[in-house]
């Protein structure tokens, strides 16, 4: 459907949106030459199509807020074309002149079963009538003239056995009554027992069971449908009674003819009404052999171009079928009686080709039996089919052919009937009319036949008037307009009555074949008749005119759900009705603004598509029509559901009999739908037998049998989509203990066949046999014939024809001219064999291509030229030696004579071409034996040049602060010079309205494809001043370019403040900072913050502060040390507040919450003065415990490391997950010496003094007893030694080893090595590192008295390092 709305205003007649519009709405006719006057006139619609109500309305004295709605759309009328969701036919105006039509609104939706409300309301666009809405409330309020919904065909044949039935059924409301007239008087029912009308229905029932004759009751008859708004009137009737009258009866003498003369025996059958199906038969029954020679005309008479002897054998009867009463009638049959030299019928000589001179019949050129004469002259109506028939006579039989003057006969309408006898074009139209001639000919001579064809026309609708239905104060109009041969008369009638007897009404206007409506009002409601006749027929057309004044009312029920699969395409409709056009608008969640642009589209009917569903696009939607008399609203609820995937398959499988296969399907799918899996056996569904066990993700089979084999698919569907995934199963056959040697052997390809050897050599076939080779064990299932020619592709091999593997001898269909040979290939279960050694060859003789070249194109690579290319043929299609192609062309729609070349390729190049004309192609091969059919007509277009118009009255409206809206003026054909591939805006932000803030000026562009006279550019940016300019796109490239335009789009909001960070310093307060915004897309008035307290699952009120535009800072005063707080901020503009981004303060101390921590930070101290826990908008820090806890460096992310630490306070394990730096990290804390809602000690002063007082005293004393130790409890062993150890020993400092009993054990615990690395419950001084196996002894009081012995690369390369059980550090550290 296409809106139009023009303000009629008086302009000069030069090609602008006026003429355009009249260009279009008259179809290149002259349009209307009134003027308005300062009035419009308006077309109102309403359309239900697909769940789709449309009204257009417009008019003088709508309020304002219509009228701006009204804008000049006029040359859109072609360029609405919908989207794969989009079925609505274009509804085209009809004849506006320089008036103003409203414009279309339209809501489309699937037919849902709440169709019964539909609203059918056709106007301008769609024949038929209004249908109101079974909706109570509605039904009530709208009125409808009557409209014929239902009537006879205009002649109507009855059969005399029945009643007569005369249909007529209309609908209105309030309901029409009815009567009839006949032959132009008013007919009384009620006087006429056998007469009724149908309850509710106009349908007349004549009754016979009583008696009465039915020839009484013909004449005709024509339906009035009546009520208080107008009158509706039916064609007129004719009633006739089907005759079917008996053959007169006659006796037949003996028909007498010489052999060879021609015959015509008349049927003459009696009229009947239908006109009776003829047909010969024998009086036997036997039905005549007809052929070229004998044949039966169109008039029924049965034509012998020459007679023979053979036909003296049986008699003809003429028989008559009536299509009413079923019956055949039989003539009188024909008795033959032929005189002839030969009395001897010698059935070897009927298809000799010299058996007219074996009989000693005389050769004679042909003569027609009918027509007669040399010319004849037919008429047809236009719609109808024309048939041409000419019979001649002469020995031997002569050909027919048929030829048009002056062209060709066309192909696609064109069939030749009774053995090309008769020719007949179906659905005549007038570039049929012309002169025809038949040619028959014989080896004797050849006569022709013209015929001349007049092709006239009953009347036919060019615009048929369609029903006017508008608001109150609009104007409108009626086009009643026909064409024929003779040009049909239009006469005018309302309710029945001629026009000019009809009351006058000051609103109303006839011109010719329109009615001019203006400021209608509710009393101008009427029907209007229009009646267009010449002397082959009429058409009469009823179109009311009604007034509506309707508030908006949604149509569809309320609130409804509906569910689609993630990552699709739905479209949300929403129909509804009004009067006057009430406009609609989508929103999300009841707030935003109107959804359009981006991943949502909004069509002209209202419906609102979602290209592809994400899951952010679950939610209500509300679509709100408004007119100026009220506003109606629905809701609809968007539910994404994620896909059924199958992830594991079943795969393809080979398995022996009688063992189990399991085939494995398992399927992911949303949870919230029904899921259902099914199999399917070589894609029949699949029966469960007791050897199958079908489960939840497999399917088992066991016993496999041979019957088992085939392919298995597995559909897994839910209600809103599927999956489905096939795996093919082999059953190979039983592996039983052989019961014989050559069983068990391994099973191998088949050798290769041979011996092959051609017999019944024929001109199309050839039979191919072969000796098979060994099977190897596994039985030839097949074998393949290959062939090879060696003209056009010699050596290489192609599939001829398959067999199955229990033949060896195959008779094969072969093409002319080609020098083929064979090999044969034998295949079993393994595999396939060598191919056998090829046959002797064999050449087949030529003929005439039997086909013509494929894919024929034609297409120019310059400007000024054309290349015609198509698919060689190949060697098997050839049919003869030097294969060649007759290329013709000419330009399409001109008298011109073809031109034509001859070819050897595949290409051919038309040069000096005008730019972009079509042609018309054809490619014909020929071979030395002659040419092959006539080739299909293509039409191909020569080279393409650069457009030479730009679109003129570019006009820019800004849509918003992100789009606008462009409309532009066609610009003419002719300066196209190619195919208009579409108008291309290109565009670039010149500045930005901000100071100082650079932007890109790239060049952007924007395609509107096809003949377009509108289109929206949109992701602009807000605040910004931009340039633009058109031009028009061929397949060339693009045109000059237009002029310049200039526009500014408005401030639009901004995006969100960037680098947002929350810090939390201290229990007390929190700080907050952030940066301006990227795209401030306006200026800035300030900034607003939300924040809200919340401590588990309660929530605080929330708080909202707003800034200045120069204000980045904020700081918060927590109200408590335990709740957090929840923080969003967002920038402003004049427009409104843009996108908000939130962020939460840090977790307390003593809350176990995971947060987001960098990959590697130092060691933390928390609770320690000074020590800061920060949150922004890329990382988190973790709350740690009061207890300082060394980071481990992380190995690779996802490395877990482990520290455990004894402390004198309490015990606390820490756990830090960390991962790579995309990632978060996750600290756990456990505390067991205090609870959540307690004050941490840890941060107290007075704690801290004290954890440093005793961690000094403790390292005090750990050093007084290593003084301690390093002096005694030595074990000397120096001179135990058998080799003296040298002062480099790495383990010795004094000449002593250190030991220790049970008692003296090293401290359990983490020890940290200077390295960094941790060792985790392991002694500081390990004897085994000091021994060479590790079996050192102890005797029975603890002394050491093994052997030691220093190895000698520990010796030189260590020299006098210290150990690690000497070092005070490492003491230090195992302690801790």
């Known amino acids: ?263 015509t025996l008349q049927c003459n059958p009696p009229p009947g009404l239908p006109s009776p199906v003829i047909f010969w038969m024998s009086s036997s029954m036997e039905p005549i052999t007809q052929d070229k020679r004998v044949s039966q005309g169109h008039n029924g008479d049965l034509y012998f171009s020459n007679v023979m002897l053979q036909d003296m054998q049986t008699d003809y009867s003429c028989n008559a079928r009536f299509h009413f009463t079923h019956t055949i009638q039989q003539k009188n049959p024909f008795t033959l009686k032929v005189l002839t030299n030969h009395p001897y019928n010698d059935s070897s000589l009927r298809n000799h080709p010299d058996m007219y001179s074996a009989r000693g019949v005389a050769e004679r050129t042909p003569s027609f039996m009918y027509p007669q004469g040399t010319a004849s002259s037919q008429m047809v109506l236009r719609g109808m089919d024309l048939l041409l028939e000419c019979i001649a006579s002469g020995v031997p039989t002569p050909d027919i052919a048929w030829y048009k003057k002056g062209g060709d006969l066309p192909s696609d309408k064109a069939k030749f009937e009774n053995f090309n006898k008769a020719l007949r074009i179906t659905n005549v139209s007038e570039e049929d009319s012309g002169e025809y001639f038949c040619l028959a000919s014989n080896k004797m001579g050849s006569i022709r036949h013209t015929i001349s064809v007049r092709v006239k026309a009953a009347p036919y609708w060019l615009d048929e008037p369609k029903n006017l239905i508008l608001a109150p104060g609009e104007d409108g109009r009626l086009v009643c307009r026909a064409n024929g041969n003779p040009k049909p008369t239009v006469q005018w009638m309302v309710n029945g009555e001629p026009l000019q007897s009809a009351p006058p009404n000051p609103n109303r206007e006839v011109a010719g074949d329109t009615i001019i409506f203006r400021d209608t009002q509710i009393s101008s409601r009427a029907v209007y008749q229009c009646n267009t006749s010449n002397e082959h027929g009429y058409l009469l057309a009823n179109a009311f005119v009604s007034v509506l004044d309707v508030p908006p009312r949604m149509l569809s029920p309320r609130n409804q759900l509906i569910r689609v699969i993630l990552y699709n395409r739905t479209r949300l409709d929403c129909p509804f009705f009004g009067s006057p056009i009430p406009t609609l608008r989508w929103f999300k969640n009841g707030q935003g603004s109107n959804l359009d642009g981006g991943n949502y589209h909004v069509y002209e009917n209202g419906s609102l598509e979602i290209k592809m569903i994400r899951k952010e696009d679950q939610g209500i939607y509300t679509c709100v029509a408004t007119n100026i008399l009220g506003k109606a609203e629905n809701q609809v609820r968007l539910e994404v559901k994620d896909p059924t995937r199958i992830y594991r398959m079943p795969e393809d499988q080979v398995a022996k009999r009688g063992t189990t296969v399991q085939l494995e399907c398992r399927v992911k799918h949303d949870p919230s739908l029904k899921l259902a899996v099914s199999w399917l056996k070589d894609d029949e569904p699949l029966y469960i037998s007791n050897r199958m066990k079908k489960e939840e993700d497999s399917l088992t089979i066991f016993g496999v049998a041979e019957r088992d084999q085939g392919s298995y698919t597995c559909v897994a569907s839910t209600e809103l989509d599927q999956d489905l995934a096939k795996a093919y199963l082999t059953v190979l056959a039983d592996q039983a203990t052989p019961t014989n040697r050559l069983a068990a052997l391994p099973k191998g390809r088949p050798d290769r066949p041979r011996d092959l050897e051609l017999t019944d050599l024929a001109e199309r076939s050839v039979r191919l046999t072969w000796i098979p080779g060994d099977d190897n064990n596994s039985p030839i299932t097949d074998y393949v014939v290959q062939f090879e020619e060696d003209q056009f592709q010699p050596g290489v091999w192609h599939d001829h024809s398959k067999f199955p593997g229990s033949v060896n001898s195959a008779v094969l269909r072969l093409s002319p001219y080609v020098n083929y040979q064979f090999r044969v290939i034998a295949i079993n279960e393994v595999g396939s064999s060598h191919p056998s050694l090829p046959s002797e060859r064999y050449r087949t003789s030529g003929a005439p291509p039997e086909s013509n070249p494929s894919d024929v194109k034609g297409e120019g690579t310059r400007k000024n030229n054309m290349e015609i290319t198509w698919t060689p043929m190949n060697a098997t299609s050839a049919f003869g030696p030097n294969l060649r192609y007759i290329v013709k062309w000419r330009r399409r729609e001109t008298r011109e004579t073809w031109n034509n070349v001859t070819v050897w390729g595949s290409r051919y190049v038309v040069g000096q071409t005008p730019v972009y004309v079509p042609y018309e192609i054809r490619v014909q091969a020929e071979n030395d034996f002659g040419k092959g059919p006539e080739p299909d007509t293509v039409i191909g277009y020569s080279g393409e040049d650069y ?430």
């Open 1 to 263: 459907m296409v809106k139009i709305c023009l303000e009629c205003q008086s302009e000069p007649e030069e090609r602008g949106p006026g003429s355009a519009l009249r260009e279009l709405l008259t179809d290149g006719e002259t349009a209307s030459t009134d003027t308005c006057s300062g009035a419009r006139l308006t077309d109102f619609c309403a359309v239900w199509d697909a769940g789709v109500f449309l009204v257009s309305a417009a008019g003088k004295g709508a309020p304002s807020g219509v009228k701006k709605r009204r804008l000049n759309e006029a040359e859109t009328l072609n360029s609405v074309r919908e989207a794969q969701f989009q079925r609505l036919e274009a509804a085209r105006p009809r004849g506006l002149g320089r008036g103003a039509r409203g414009p279309v609104l339209r809501m489309a939706g699937q037919p849902p079963p709440w169709a019964y409300t539909a609203v059918l309301l056709c106007a301008l666009s769609l024949g038929g009538a209004i249908e109101i809405p079974m909706d109570p409330s509605i039904q009530n309020e709208l009125s409808q003239p009557p409209t014929i919904t239902k009537q006879s065909v205009k002649d109507h044949i009855v059969d005399p056995r029945d009643n007569i039935l005369i249909e007529c059924e209309a609908k209105g409301n309030p309901a029409p009554s009815f009567h009839w007239t006949r032959n132009s008087k008013f007919f009384n029912i009620a006087k006429d027992p056998r007469v009724s009308m149908r309850r509710r229905s106009g349908t007349l029932v004549i009754d016979f069971r009583s008696g009465g004759r039915p020839e009484e009751y013909e004449g005709e008859y024509q339906c009035f449908a009546r009520n208080k708004f107008g009158t509706a009137l039916s064609n007129r009737i004719r009633l006739q009674v089907s005759k079917s009258p008996l053959w007169p009866k006659e006796n037949l003498d003996p028909v007498v003819v010489q052999e060879g003369a021609p015959l």
């Open 947 to 1376: 457009p030479r118009a730009a679109p003129t009255d570019v006009k820019i409206r800004v849509l918003n602060s992100t789009a606008i809206s462009l409309q532009w003026n066609r610009v003419y054909s002719d300066t196209v010079q190619g195919q208009l591939r579409e108008y291309r805006a290109y565009y670039w932000r010149e500045s930005s309205l901000l100071k100082n803030l650079w932007v890109s000026q790239k060049r952007q562009q924007a395609g509107f494809p096809g003949d377009r006279l509108r289109g929206v550019v949109s992701r602009l940016f807000p605040y910004s001043n931009y340039k633009l300019e058109m031009v028009v796109v061929n397949g060339r490239g693009d045109g000059p370019r237009s002029e310049t335009k200039e526009f500014t789009t408005p401030e639009g909001v901004p995006s969100a403040p960037r680098r947002f960070r929350v810090r939390q310093p201290n229990l007390e307060t929190i700080n907050l900072e952030w940066d301006h915004p990227e795209h401030p897309n306006g200026i800035l008035i300030g900034y607003t913050l939300k924040y809200v307290a919340f401590n588990g699952t309660k929530v605080g009120k929330q708080i909202v502060e707003n800034f200045s535009p120069n204000q980045t800072k904020f700081t918060v005063q927590r109200a408590d040390p335990v709740s957090r707080y929840r923080f969003s901020l967002s920038a402003r503009t004049q427009v409104g507040s843009g996108e908000a981004v939130t962020e939460e303060s840090p977790a307390p101390p003593n809350e176990a919450t995971p947060t987001a921590a960098p990959p590697t930070s130092p060691p933390t101290t928390v609770g320690v003065p000074g020590t800061v826990s920060s949150t922004d908008a890329t990382a988190t820090a973790a709350a740690t415990e009061a207890t300082t806890v060394p980071t481990v460096p992380p190995v690779a992310p996802t490395t877990t490391a482990t520290t455990e630490a004894t402390a004198t306070t309490a015990s606390t394990a820490t756990t830090t997950t960390t991962e790579s730096p995309a990632t978060t990290s996750r600290t756990e804390i456990q505390e067991s010496a205090y609870t959540n809602n307690q004050a941490d000690i840890a941060t107290q002063g007075w704690f801290i003094g004290l954890m440093c007082a005793i961690a000094l005293l403790v390292l005090i004393l750990l050093i007084v007893c290593f003084i301690k130790r390093s002096r005694g409890g030595k074990y000397p062993v120096r001179e135990k030694k058998d080799v003296p150890l040298g002062p480099e020993d790495p383990k010795e400092e004094d000449g002593s080893f250190d030991y220790s009993d049970e008692d003296n054990k090293p401290l359990q615990g983490s020890q940290t090595s200077l390295d960094g690395t941790i060792k985790q419950q392991e002694s500081d001084d390990s004897l085994v590192d000091y021994g060479e196996g590790g079996e050192g002894q102890f005797n029975e009081d603890g002394s050491f008295i093994g052997q030691y012995t220093v190895k000698k690369d520990k010796e030189e390369t260590e020299g006098n390092e210290s150990s690690e059980a000497t070092s005070p550090v490492n003491a230090i550290y195992s302690l801790a």
